[in-house]
């Protein structure tokens, strides 16, 4: 019983969106915010700098094994860690 509550409760903790950074994603340098195409607004939460000047600002937004926020830029494959604000 207790895998079946584990297996619940991770399946309950799984979280994924996708979306656009809008206007234009640049990387991040700090405490960067990122304004999303579906109205989401989130926040850097991990110290790291990551320059971009192409042109997609396609991100996926899921969770961790710690159940934490992590953001992907799609095209360059990096992430950092992320909080919802909005």
Known sequence: QREVAKAQKKEKTKFETVA?????FRG???KTLFKLDNGQVWQQRQN???RYSGADSTVVITTNFL???VMKHQETKRT???TRVE
């Open 20 to 24: 656009k950074v809008i206007p234009r």
């Open 28 to 30: 991040w340098t700090g």
């Open 67 to 69: 159940g934490k926020y």
């Open 80 to 82: 950092i860690g992320v």
């Open 48 to 50: 790291g700098r990551m």
